[in-house]
């Protein structure tokens, strides 16, 4: 009996695991990157990223020399953003984020990525 309530309670874990892991929608480790890798001030920077969540609203933000800018880009059921335009209008390094918010009343970041703008 012991052995079937140990088998129990160790199904019951691996479930409510599976379960949370669903729940989150996303796969382990997010990233993002730009196309170019690299660019001039006023050149269009296209901003990509994967291994995002499928069941939560995304945003996009962007910091740069002259402050932070954001956009929504909404649920992508695929876990990617693709091509979110970016024009960078000052020389130094662009920082992009993909947050999500987090509750209770919390964003996390989910990617994170650099350019360097010249």
């Known amino acids: 009996m012991r052995f079937f309530v140990t088998m129990i309670g160790a199904t019951l874990t691996i479930a409510i695991a599976f379960g949370v892991a669903q729940a989150t929608g996303r796969s382990p480790d997010g990233r993002c990157w730009?196309?170019?890798g690299a660019a001039n001030v006023g050149q269009t920077v296209e901003i990509w990223a994967d291994g995002l969540p499928t069941r939560t609203a995304l945003n996009v933000f962007v910091t740069d020399p002259h402050g932070t800018y954001?956009?929504?880009?909404?649920?992508?059921s695929s876990g990617t953003i693709e091509a979110v335009w970016y024009v960078p209008d000052d020389a130094g390094t662009s920082t992009i984020r993909i947050t999500g918010p987090e509750r209770p009343n919390n964003v996390k970041v989910?990617?994170?990525?650099?350019?360097e703008v010249s």
């Open 70 to 76: 954001g956009w929504p880009v909404g649920m992508q």
């Open 34 to 36: 730009t196309q170019p």
């Open 110 to 115: 989910y990617a994170t990525c650099s350019m």
